[in-house]
């Protein structure tokens, strides 16, 4: 089974993943500015997640796995790959099984560590949307504003909301399998990974996933890292600035 994806432009391979709960969608607009600057964009869907396959295996091993099958299916090797969040530590693993197809790597908010579940607001706020009485997308946020106050995680998980059939919404994601497996998010990189080339961090000045204590362990797995601080930003970096976020990116790449 093969990823879905949207390919943007034309130019050197670079591949582009979401974060939990999230899809290729979070990135298009990014994506697009990318594919103007002579890259060819693979924003791909994660396994459980927007218009990719669902199954019941879920963990970083698989979607590493989806990965390789991906590049290979499109004949992809030496590209740049950005990760966000749970896509970094997807990325992570992938540069350290396969660091002959990555030529640089970027990890947008999120360190090689272990994270305890903390997703159980959002999760149990999507586990309320029943849809065989909430009929718009204005009743499913007014549910979901039970569980999750931040108008702008609201608006980044409702986007996960489609048309079954006129007048029957659904959510994109595989809910079920992702709540039985949401520990697995967590799961840190194994101890003996590295990836020598090239390596971007960049994490939101706002934002608590990557701390001063994690900069050693970036450096364990990645001796050759920069670490930079977006300002005015979260963990949601790349919307809440994403000029910023722009720039370093380009930089780094070109």
């Keep these: 089974?093969?990823?879905?994806?949207?390919?943007?432009?034309?130019?050197?391979?670079?591949?582009?993943?979401?974060?939990?709960?999230g899809m290729n969608d979070n990135w298009k607009t990014m994506g697009q500015k990318f594919s103007e600057n002579g890259f060819q964009v693979h924003l791909l869907d994660q396994r459980n997640h927007g218009h990719s396959f669902h199954s019941n295996e879920f963990n970083y091993d698989?979607?590493?796995?989806?990965?390789?099958?991906?590049?290979?299916?499109?004949?992809?090797n030496d590209i740049i790959l950005l990760g966000h969040s749970m896509g970094g530590k997807t990325a992570m693993l992938f540069a350290t099984k396969y660091p002959y197809m990555v030529s640089?790597?970027?990890?947008a908010d999120i360190s090689p560590r272990f994270y305890p579940v903390h997703h159980d607001g959002i999760l149990?706020?999507?586990?309320?949307?029943?849809?065989?009485?909430?009929?718009?997308r204005g009743e499913a946020e007014d549910v979901l504003s039970n569980y999750v106050s931040d108008f702008g995680t609201r608006q980044f998980l409702l986007k996960n909301l489609y048309w079954v059939e006129k007048g029957k919404l659904a959510?994109?994601?595989?809910?079920?399998?992702?709540?039985?497996e949401v520990?697995?998010?967590?799961e840190p990189l194994p101890d003996q990974a590295r990836f020598e080339r090239e390596?971007?961090?960049?994490?939101?000045d706002r934002s608590e996933y990557i701390g001063v204590e994690d900069e050693s362990i970036?450096?364990?797995?990645?001796?050759?890292?920069?670490?930079?601080?977006?300002?005015?930003?979260?963990?949601?970096?790349?919307?809440?600035?994403?000029?910023?976020?722009?720039d370093a990116v380009i930089k780094f790449i070109k």
């Design 1 to 21: 089974m093969l990823l879905h994806s949207n390919i943007l432009g034309e130019g050197k391979p670079f591949v582009i993943l979401h974060g939990f709960l």
């Design 62 to 76: 698989v979607l590493v796995n989806d990965l390789k099958t991906y590049c290979e299916a499109n004949t992809l």
């Design 104 to 107: 640089k790597l970027l990890v």
């Design 124 to 136: 149990n706020g999507l586990s309320a949307l029943d849809f065989d009485v909430i009929k718009s």
């Design 171 to 180: 959510l994109r994601m595989n809910l079920e399998v992702l709540k039985e």
């Design 183 to 186: 520990a697995e998010i967590g």
């Design 199 to 204: 390596t971007l961090f960049l994490k939101g």
């Design 218 to 246: 970036i450096k364990n797995h990645f001796p050759n890292v920069q670490i930079i601080t977006i300002s005015n930003a979260g963990h949601w970096l790349h919307a809440e600035n994403p000029e910023d976020f722009f």
